[in-house]
């Protein structure tokens, strides 16, 4: 269909006070070949959007440019129907707001004047290279799976079946529970924070099973996980054989593991002194309702707890897992009401106990009997008597310390049931190498074949996805994908993680967590059933179309996209499941031949844009930058500061993208052929304190820099013309001087030399 597009410009807000209105809709007409163009003070005004929607119903238009404020402001207000293309020109922010007029720049009118011009062109051009999006139309199932049945994973089967959804709940073990089954008491979860309190499974369990729309696996393992969001096939295996059930999305609350005390032989002495045990062997001989020493059945005059044992230590774990100090005080208040002639000793090198549970700290603390005391264990010994000695140094005293206990008690830590050794990973891989066959035919070699490149996973989920068995996992093996934005999450869509397999919690947090999780599956059963996206381009209705009669079989798209959404043929051709992507475009910026495209954003598209701009002669002195800003910080981050002011060099274009890895180089290509004299890319941060939102866009934008590097080589151009670089929304103030700081460094080496070609 052509486009019939209107321009309505605002002139509120300033903007007609730098910026010459009636010139810029002149504009329109007498370049742009638009039906119309109008302006007026107050287009976000009633009057003025009803005026639109008249337009667009007597003119026919299909494409309405709103050039104004940015589009992070009154988003609801300019949606004239599905079949209406809406772009936003932020004027305001990127012209009116950020260029300074009273700046030394020769004939400043002009040059503010060409910028606005140059926003409108690229909005025209964009238009004119777009289509409206449809959603995907495929029949979706809204059941959910619920993979673990400790506490947080019947707390979201509970809360998904109580808003009406069918639920489907794997255990492993023959009973559901979890560790709750396994614990005596658990730290108290309601005021006052005082008395321990009885492990949550029994009712949880009762109401799970009593649930009509909860069925429940126990003794049961996933087989295969294959599909995708809303078409999720799923095998459970279990003693009566197989049953593969669809479901639309999936939550895997497989919990935690306790460190390995084995690996604290050197240091503690666990394994080699008969009464050293771990927290977990305290649980058991509590739940038993004798606390003994191993070594001689006796009951222990003295114990002593260790917290982080093995934990906050570069050499075993190096992380806190957040509980151990609540369990070590839960566990020394049961000790003291079973055997109140028992001395317990609490070794801690600081105690957390954040919130509220500060109240149950505090009521430990009046126990007497119960002994705290702040130190680093240097060395544990044995006496004669099996007895063992404890020393601690770096303690309040100022001096070493030495405790005497009958048993001593090692908090350790915990570790998501999806961490996978090292070890482990190569003697699988070894193993799967050995058993696969050339030969593979049918759908179990379909599967294989989709799956040969993929990461050694947990082997709990055991998807068939081309990059890995099982969730993606994190430094230390949890399988979160945004622990700033959207926790969760996982980059396998429609999959999320919930409970201490996402992070180490108590079972009040776990609780919460299956209950968000849950949220997040109800969330996108109904997306999927819609044919839209979830976050972070929620409501997204595009999806990427792939010509595949022109693809090289490259697989840079299936290696760079984040969330699996791509398997491959044995040619190496993609496959998508488009159920699974999220629209950041990634896969559009890692094709060399461009044969990726969205209908609303597209490499022609951008193509065209930069093409659209203008571009002084060499010897003009008024140079153009190019910035390419990721949507989801640099672009806030920019609004922000053109709210407080902040100026831009004048010279510089903006474009903004789903993502910094959404790039092509090719874009950067063509803009310097163009005649760009810089091009500058902000992403998202990354790193352990931040995190692109699209898991590693802004990375993987940073290493196709090499192929930019080299195109630079080959147009014999300086290397500094082309720079990316990370903006959190925190770095609003920042952000004007990074671009104004990249322009005074390429204005240095001159404009360039292709300029005029």
């Known amino acids: 269909m052509d486009a019939k597009i209107g321009v309505y410009i605002c002139s509120g807000c300033g903007i007609k006070d730098a910026i010459d209105v009636d010139a810029l809709t002149s504009l329109v007409g007498d370049e742009l070949e638009c039906e119309f163009s109008k302006s007026d003070p107050f287009i976000c005004g009633d009057e003025c959007l009803a005026k639109i929607k008249a337009d667009i119903e007597s003119e026919g238009l299909n494409r309405v440019i709103i050039a104004g404020c940015s589009g992070r402001y009154f988003t609801d207000r300019f949606k004239f129907g599905d079949d209406i293309l809406v772009d936003r020109v932020p004027i305001r922010e990127y012209v009116a707001w950020s260029s300074d007029p009273e700046s030394d720049i020769d004939e400043i009118e002009e040059v503010i004047q060409e910028l606005a011009a140059d926003y409108i062109r690229m909005s025209v051009a964009r238009m004119n290279n777009s289509e409206p999006p449809t959603p995907i139309e495929e029949e979706t199932s809204r059941d959910i799976l619920i993979v673990g049945g400790g506490v947080a994973g019947m707390n979201a089967a509970l809360a998904s079946a109580n808003a009406g959804y069918n639920v489907t709940l794997v255990e492993k073990e023959a009973e559901l529970g979890g560790w709750s ?16 309190e009885t492990p949550p499974h029994i009712e949880l369990a009762d109401s799970v099973q009593k649930h009509e729309k909860i069925k429940v696996f126990t003794s049961s393992t996933i087989e295969k996980t294959s599909g995708q969001p809303g078409q999720f096939d799923v095998t459970i295996q279990n003693g009566s054989g197989g049953e593969t059930v669809r479901v639309g999305a999936i939550v895997q609350a497989t919990g935690w593991l306790p460190y390995e005390p084995e690996n604290l032989k050197d ?44 934990s906050r230590d570069k050499e075993h774990l190096p992380y806190c897992s957040a509980v151990c100090c609540r369990v070590a005080l839960k566990q020394a208040l049961y000790i003291h009401e079973m055997m109140p002639e028992t001395d317990v000793y609490l070794l801690y090198k600081d105690i957390r106990s954040p919130g509220l549970f500060e109240q149950f700290y505090e009521k430990v603390q009046e126990v007497e009997g119960i002994f705290m005391t702040k130190g680093e264990v240097v060395e544990v010994t044995e006496e004669d008597d099996t007895s063992l000695s404890i020393t601690l140094d770096e303690t309040l005293l100022g001096e070493k310390i030495k ?67 099982d969730l993606p996992t994190l430094k230390y093996g949890f399988p979160d994908s945004h622990f700033i934005c959207f926790p969760y999450e996982t980059r396998r869509t429609g999959i999320y993680a919930a409970g201490a397999v996402r992070a180490p919690m108590d079972m009040g947090m776990a609780k919460n967590d299956g209950l968000g999780a849950a949220l997040k599956a109800i969330q996108t059963v ?33 290696e760079d996209c984040p969330f699996g959404t791509l398997d491959e043929d044995d040619k190496g051709t993609p496959e998508p499941n488009t159920l699974r992507c999220r629209r950041c475009g990634i896969c559009l910026g890692a094709c060399p031949e461009r044969i990726i495209t969205f209908k609303d954003f597209s490499p022609n ?44 060099e004048p010279w510089v274009r903006i474009i903004p993208v789903r993502c910094i890895g959404s790039v092509n180089t090719v874009f950067i290509a063509d803009a310097l052929s163009a005649g760009f004299d810089g091009i500058l890319m902000l992403g998202c941060k990354r790193g352990d304190d931040y995190q692109c939102h699209f898991v590693n866009g802004s990375e993987l934008g940073d290493y196709r820099m090499e192929n930019v590097r080299e195109k630079l080589k080959q147009l014999v151009l300086e290397s500094e013309r082309v720079q990316i670089d990370q903006v959190e929304l925190s770095d609003w103030h920042k952000i004007p001087k990074m671009i104004n700081d990249f322009v005074e460094e390429v204005n240095d080496l001159g404009m360039n030399p292709y300029k005029d070609f």
């Open 526 to 558: 109904e997306t999927v059933s819609q044919g839209i996206t979830v976050h972070p381009r929620s409501g997204d209705v595009s999806f990427p179309d792939f010509f595949l009669s022109r693809c090289t079989q490259c697989k840079r798209c299936t």
């Open 181 to 196: 089954r396994k614990f005596k008491a658990v730290i108290p979860q309601s005021a006052p924070f005082h008395e321990l």
């Open 403 to 469: 405790i005497q206990a009958d048993m001593l008690v090692l908090a350790t830590g915990m570790v998501p049931t999806t961490l996978v050794d090292e070890d482990e990973i190569e003697e699988e891989a070894e193993t799967e190498a050995e058993e696969e066959t050339p030969d593979e035919t049918g759908e179990e070699g379909d599967e294989k074949s989709k799956a040969s490149c993929a990461e050694i996973g947990a082997k709990i989920l055991n998807l068939t996805y081309r990059q890995g068995t």
């Open 267 to 310: 240091k503690y002495g666990y394994g080699t002194f008969g009464n050293v045990i771990t927290n977990i062997a305290m649980e058991e001989m509590a739940v038993n309702g004798k606390i003994s020493r191993p070594t001689d059945d006796a009951a222990p005059k003295s114990i002593a707890i260790i917290h982080c044992a093995g």
């Open 605 to 648: 598209m951008i193509t065209q844009m930069i093409k659209s701009i203008s571009m002084p002669e060499e010897f003009d002195e008024r140079p153009r930058y190019l910035v390419f800003l990721c949507e989801n910080d640099a672009v806030p981050a920019l609004d922000i500061s053109a709210w407080y002011r902040h100026k831009i």
